[in-house]
């Protein structure tokens, strides 16, 4: 029989589960194959020298490099002859050479030298290192991960190519909003989901932790969350002085950006600024950031800083007692257990993330091309909404 007093225990909680088509992002499972089909950040474009460079991707261990005529490469790191890892390779005028029998790699993965082959190695051409293809844009380096029949245009941003005079274009990759170490480590649709939560804003960056954003944030906003072409959105409206109102858009965008606008409302516009999240493996991501900036050191400025300091300057103590963005999501656990979740009303927008992510994943299955990759320039060009304004 139930003793009833002790009904909700923690010896009856049922085994905890995370949903794997949602959250696993290596080769072969449901969501690492949908995410394939897009282009991601690997670096930004000053990563990328004749320095090797060791990079992860989507549960893939890369080394990154540029040869001595300007061309970035990302290959596998153990060498196609026996093994050894490219990290240790020296770069030259046309590619990467394994330290341990020299075998020479151009930034495609083909084999141009055997040196202690006859001939220079007869049979080289039939080797081919696996690589990936590679783009620079926006300051930072893209790589596509997926099949090579399904390779997509490079998208066009209108957050990144529409600059007002005076304006460039400036790339970071220190962390979630500037407040923790670059490498985050849990799962990285906690990071993504909370794009479209814009409640934890008054909670936990305003009345819990003390003021890390403006005062125009500090209200409780009236929020509506909607799925767009390609993602989505959520408006959130907030009064504002002489009975106007203040409307914050902010955008979950497939594969993984987000686009928010600045929490510190300096001005009235659109975002200035894209993030991406990077998943590196199931349980670590980071953040690429790029954004229109008017100074240089621009983006830096964005970052939540706490009393004045960073947040690699708190104490333990100080973490617990004001937490941020970091705590509150790597607190979630490495995967978090979404079958322990309870979502809510204001929990809209994550349920309708879901809800799409699991749409791309099962037209992935089924052979489709899932939201927002394009196949010609005109379709590589997205508009975004997301923005502060003032109505
Ligand atoms: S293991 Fe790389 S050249 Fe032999
Ligand atoms: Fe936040």
Redesign the pocket.
């Known amino acids: 029989m139930t003793d009833e007093t002790l009904r909700g225990c923690g010896y009856d909680r049922p085994a905890p589960r995370f949903e794997e088509r949602l959250a696993l992002v290596s080769r072969g499972t449901p969501m690492g194959e949908c995410l394939r089909r897009y282009w991601h950040p690997v670096g930004l474009v000053g990563d990328a020298t004749e320095v090797p460079r060791r990079v992860q991707a989507l549960g893939e261990d890369l080394i990154l490099f540029r040869d001595r005529s300007g061309r970035p490469g990302l290959l596998h790191p153990r060498c196609a002859h026996r093994g050894s890892s490219l990290y240790y390779g020296k770069v030259d005028e046309r590619g990467i050479r394994c330290c341990y029998h020299g075998w020479l790699f151009d930034v495609e993965g083909h084999c141009l030298e055997q040196p202690c082959e006859p001939g220079g190695g007869k049979s080289r051409r039939v080797i081919r290192q696996p690589w990936y293809p590679v783009a620079e844009r926006y300051g930072l380096i893209f790589a596509y991960l997926g099949p090579a029949d399904r390779r997509p245009q490079f998208p066009r941003y209108s957050v990144l190519e529409e600059l007002s005079p005076g304006e460039w274009l400036e790339a970071d990759d220190s962390s979630?909003?500037g407040a923790g170490p670059a490498i985050i480590p849990c799962n990285w649709l906690q990071h993504f989901e909370?794009v479209v939560?814009p409640f934890?804003?008054p909670i936990?960056?305003g009345s819990f932790s003390g003021p890390q954003f403006v005062s125009q944030m500090a209200p409780l906003p009236q929020v509506d969350f909607h799925t767009t072409p390609r993602g989505v959105m959520s408006i959130q409206r907030r009064p504002a002085e002489g009975g106007r109102t203040f409307r914050r858009q902010t955008e979950a965008v497939l594969p993984t950006l987000r686009v928010v606008p600045s929490?510190r409302v300096g001005s009235f516009q659109s975002a200035e600024a894209i993030g991406w999240v990077l998943p590196l493996d199931d349980t670590h991501f980071r953040i690429y950031v790029v954004g229109r900036v008017k100074e240089p050191g621009a983006l830096a400025k964005m970052r939540s800083t706490f009393g004045g300091r960073q947040w690699t300057e708190l104490t333990e103590a100080e973490h617990q007692q004001m937490p941020?963005?970091y705590e509150?999501q790597v607190g979630q656990g490495s995967i978090t257990w979404h079958s322990e979740e309870h979502l809510t009303g204001t929990d809209r927008g994550i349920a309708l993330l879901r809800r799409l992510l699991r749409q791309q994943v099962e037209v992935v299955a089924q052979g489709g091309n899932p939201l927002g990759v394009a196949f010609s320039e005109a379709e590589a060009k997205v508009s975004l909404e997301a923005g502060n304004f003032l109505d």
Do not use: K, S, T
Request: no cysteine.
């Open positions: 979630i909003g909370n939560d934890h804003v936990l960056h929490p941020g963005d509150a």
